[in-house]
């Protein structure tokens, strides 16, 4: 079980990344707060 966690979060974090930049964009255009809380973050 825990090699499949492993293999899982190996999957997930390339895709996160990926995933995550489409959005982050969005969120730029849409509301100018959740970029301001993000460069804080």
Known sequence: ???R???GKST???TSPKKVGR???YT???CPH???KMKTA
């Open 5 to 7: 966690r492993s293999k």
């Open 28 to 30: 730029r255009r849409s």
């Open 23 to 25: 959005p982050k964009k």
């Open 34 to 36: 959740c970029l301001r």
């Open 1 to 3: 079980m825990q090699l």
């Open 12 to 14: 997930k974090k390339p």
